[in-house]
Every structure is written in C-alpha cells, then in structure tokens.
C-alpha cells in the first residue's frame, strides 16, 4: 500500500509558519515570564537612570492573567507606528493572579499600571516604575523630607536625590555638571544669573559645597504647613506637600472604615469610587451610596501600596495621584541588560558598568 508523500510546504508557508511561532512565544514569554521596560523619565535617578534597558519579572509577584482580551499580540495601547488602539474592552475578564514566589516588599522598585489613566482598561494603562515604600497597613508620613514608616524613620535609597539650589556667579558648562553625575536634563540656570537649580544626591552635594566658585548649596524643600493643592487626598485641606505630607492609612484588604467621619470619606472616597469594583456607587455632600444606599461603613476589598520616586523632586507619584491598588502590580524590576546615555556620543554613550546589574 502506497502512503501518500507529505507535500511540501513552501518558502512563504515555511516563513508564515515560523512567524507565527516566534510570535506565540514572544507573547508567552512576555507574558509569563519576562518583559522589556526603558526607563524614560529621571523619577528613579540615581538608582535607575534615564537610557536604562531592564527586564521586569512576571514570576515573582505571579503572572497577572489577562484582562483585556480582545488584543493584538506584543502590543500594550495602540499599534505599533499608529494611534490606533490595539484593543477592544468589551470583553473583560475578572482580575486573577497565578501564585508568585514572593509578594511585595517594602523598598521594592515596582512596574505597575498608572492607576489614574482612566480612559484605558486598568491592565493597559501606561507602564510606571516606582519604589514600594509603603506596605497594606502601613501609616505613610513625611517629615522635612524624610519618609517614616509606622511613625519610625524609613530606609532612604542609597542615592535618593533632592533639588538644590547652587549658588555662584559663574558659569559652568556640561562637562562640570557630568564630572559630577547630574543630569543635564535636571539642570535650570536662575534667570538672574546667580546659580543653578539641580537634582543630585546629598553625597554630591556636598562635595559641590566643596567648590571654590561655588558660594553655597541649598535642599530647596517645601515647608510644614504649606499645602500644595496637587497632593492627594486635598493638600490644600490638610496643609501637606511633597516634603510634608501625612500620616495616612494605606487601606489593607480586609480594613474597615467608618463612613460617619467624613475625614475618612474625605482620604478615601476616590480609592473606593475608582479603584473597588463598586458599581452604582454615587458620592454626595461628603456621603458615600452604593445601590442607592447610604454606606455608614466599608470594607476594603484588595491590598494598596504607596509608591515613591528615589529623585524625590522630580518624581509624579503616590503623593500625588494615590494609592496604587494589587491588581495594577505588573511585576518587580529585575535586572538591567543595556544603558544608554544620550548626551553622549558613540561608544562613550553606553554604560558598560550597569550591564546586567540587578536593580536594588
């Protein structure tokens, strides 16, 4: 008996076959295990810096299961070169979370979604790297800049950076400010000539202290009891600013709330209303309704977390825009595998010292 010869696939076929393979296993790998991410903002300097290449891990907080389904593979927002969403949210699944090998600790760098980006599904909102520096439970507060934990003083990033005023009548090029690993970027010449604003590390300031040319280096910080009307819940209201901020509660699952003190709707009202899955939920002259009912109560139904920028003036974070909620956690910043500057030229611009370092 004759069997039958397998036909031969052709080169266009053998090419589409492949493509569809490599396409698979990207998404899976993307997926599952591990994802590309670039730093694009100076919020994390100096621990992570501007041109940084880094892979987020998916393993160790557990891989988040899609949400949004109805997507095109390896992308995130729209398609690739357009402004064309990549995505249709009428179907959406429940949050769920495979089983990681560790949870969220204090001091974490974390990928998350940009909780505040409204217009897209929470699992498609912008990517942000910040630090985990406030735990499900913890008391948050911040004193003439330094960040306490439960009433006690918090453990600051080794190259936590501030603004400083630089004061000297001269005038320094590039090459001053990079022999001292600032970021041409954070550097603002005071109209009247008489210095510099910057972002450095306090190490570095005060070497800059040091310099002849230079008269003096100031931390420009906000005052206690000067409110700034961006910070959450109502920096205005409670006279808090990036500086001075706090104490408040990050909501825990499981936290329940008494909705008869409206200095508690006050702090809480938004995470309730956008982050908790509440539907019918209506908030009126300070009073909180669900189904029609007024809530005298309530329950918090996930964990939050409070993040924070290390470059604690130039960083948008949880002092502004809130809490970030469990199911927006896409993974732990792992380990960097390429970092370029681009205020260098050639081979000066990759920085051969960061390679595969793991981010701390």
């Keep these: 008996m004759k069997t039958k010869e397998k036909k031969k696939k052709s080169p266009a076929r053998e090419w589409l076959d492949a493509l569809v393979f490599a396409v698979i296993a990207a998404s899976l790998i993307r997926w599952l295990l591990l994802e590309p991410f670039t730093i694009p903002t100076a919020s994390m300097e100096k621990s992570l810096l501007v041109g940084d290449f880094l892979f987020v891990s998916k393993m160790h907080y557990g891989t988040r299961a899609p949400r949004t389904i109805l997507q095109m593979p390896l992308t995130h927002q729209t398609?690739?070169?357009?402004?064309?969403?990549?995505?249709?949210?009428?179907?959406?699944?429940?949050?769920?979370?495979?089983?990681?090998?560790t949870s969220v600790k204090r001091n974490d760098?974390?990928?998350?979604?940009?909780?505040?980006?409204?217009?897209?599904?929470?699992?498609?909102?912008?990517?942000?790297?910040?630090?985990?520096?406030?735990?499900?439970?913890?008391?948050?507060?911040?004193?003439?800049?330094q960040l306490l934990i439960n009433g006690?003083?918090?453990?600051?990033?080794?190259?936590?950076?501030?603004?400083?005023?630089?004061?000297?009548?001269?005038?320094?090029?590039?090459?001053?400010?990079?022999?001292?690993?600032?970021?041409p970027e954070s550097i603002m010449p005071?109209?009247?000539?008489?210095?510099?604003?910057?972002?450095?590390?306090?190490?570095?300031?005060?070497?800059?202290?040091?310099v002849s040319s230079i008269s003096a280096v100031h931390l420009r910080s906000y005052k206690e009891g000067l409110g700034e009307p961006d910070i959450m819940p109502?920096?205005?209201?409670?006279?808090?600013?990036?500086?001075?901020?706090?104490?408040l509660e990050i909501p825990a699952k499981g936290w329940t709330i008494d909705l008869t003190d409206e200095d508690m709707v006050r702090r809480y009202a938004f995470t309730i209303e956008r982050f908790e899955g509440n539907k019918n939920l209506n908030i009126e002259a300070n009073k909180i309704y669900i189904d029609g009912q007024l809530q005298e109560s309530y329950t918090f139904k996930q964990d939050y977390f409070f993040m924070m920028g290390d470059n604690r003036h130039d960083s948008a974070d949880s002092r502004y825009w809130g809490f970030v909620p469990e199911d927006h956690i896409v993974g732990k910043a792992?380990?960097?595998?390429?970092?370029?500057?681009?205020?260098?030229?050639?081979?000066?611009?990759?920085?051969w010292e960061r390679f595969f370092k793991p981010i701390r």
Excluded: C
Excluded at 190 to 210: D, I, Q, W
């Design 190 to 210: 005071f109209s009247n000539g008489a210095g510099y604003l910057v972002s450095t590390t306090p190490a570095t300031a005060e070497r800059l202290r040091k």
């Design 79 to 101: 398609i690739w070169g357009t402004n064309i969403k990549s995505y249709n949210d009428a179907v959406q699944l429940p949050y769920f979370r495979l089983p990681g090998f």
């Design 152 to 183: 006690q003083p918090g453990d600051n990033p080794e190259l936590m950076q501030f603004s400083y005023e630089v004061m000297t009548e001269r005038r320094f090029g590039l090459e001053f400010f990079q022999d001292y690993e600032i970021n």
């Design 109 to 145: 760098v974390v990928v998350f979604n940009y909780p505040v980006e409204f217009e897209h599904p929470s699992d498609l909102r912008t990517n942000y790297i910040k630090r985990a520096v406030g735990m499900p439970g913890d008391v948050i507060e911040i004193k003439d800049t």
């Design 234 to 247: 109502d920096g205005s209201y409670y006279s808090w600013n990036r500086d001075n901020f706090g104490p």
């Design 334 to 351: 792992w380990f960097l595998w390429l970092s370029l500057d681009k205020h260098r030229n050639m081979f000066s611009k990759i920085r």
